[in-house]
T-cell receptor, first 114, second 112 residues
């Protein structure tokens, strides 16, 4: 079983709609959760981090965390063509620090169609 | 202009050659990381370093070596022992608060 699982996609969403990206993780003691956006041929950039159950909103992005279900999601409202990218989910264990490792999912490719 | 630089951007290697990928940062971060990314895959950790003169193996360290002689620099050598080195290599640092990883632009290595 993969430690962090994501649907590889591609996920096709019409412009202006809500894109919903999902991620599950296997380690129940995980405490830190991240969403990275990666454009083709480029390096990942952090767009959201979440540490406690519930929702966290930042502009058009909302991260949702449910530790009981070991599930984290990313919602993108009013999807724009510039949102077309691969979205990587990443999970870190307790005491996240330089001594810990972050585990990345394989990413979901999102395509926003005009 | 703060950030992480990686060079070269593209690198071609003949089979049996060792090559070294450069990673330099001026963010004053202690922790640095090397990841490998294959097409359609997530990031896999090769090596990481928490402090100068110390580094730890990641999940796929075989065929790679690193050094950390300076805080700003964390070069990665891909040795001939690495049987399938063609990939996108990413260097990263960790912010002082231990919250955010910053990534360099990456080096794309191709074995001819």
């Amino acid at each position: 079983q993969k430690e962090v699982e994501q649907n590889s996609g591609p996920l096709s969403v019409p412009e202006g709609a809500i894109a919903s990206l999902n991620c599950t993780y296997s380690d129940r003691v995980s405490q830190s959760f991240f969403w990275y956006r990666q454009y083709s041929g480029k390096s990942p950039e952090l767009i959201m981090s979440i540490y406690s159950n519930g929702d966290k909103e930042d502009g058009r992005f909302t991260a949702q965390l449910n530790k009981a279900s070991q599930y984290v999601s990313l919602l993108i409202r009013d999807s724009q063509p510039s949102d077309s990218a691969t979205y990587l989910c990443a999970v870190a264990g307790p005491g996240y620090s330089s001594a810990s490792k972050i585990i990345f999912g394989s990413g979901t490719r999102l395509s926003i169609r005009p | 202009d703060g950030g992480i630089t990686q060079s070269p951007k593209y690198l071609f290697r003949k089979e049996g050659q060792n090559v070294t990928l450069s990673c330099e940062q001026n963010l004053n971060h202690d922790a640095m990381y090397w990841y490998r990314q294959d097409p359609g895959q997530g990031l896999r950790l090769i090596y990481y370093s928490q402090i100068v003169n110390d580094f730890q193996k990641g999940d796929i360290a075989e065929g790679y070596s690193v050094s950390r002689e300076k805080k700003e620099s964390f070069p990665l050598t891909v040795t001939s022992a690495q049987k399938n080195p063609t990939a996108f290599y990413l260097c990263a640092t960790l912010s002082g608060g231990g919250d955010e990883q910053f990534f360099g632009p990456g080096t794309r290595l191709t074995v001819l």
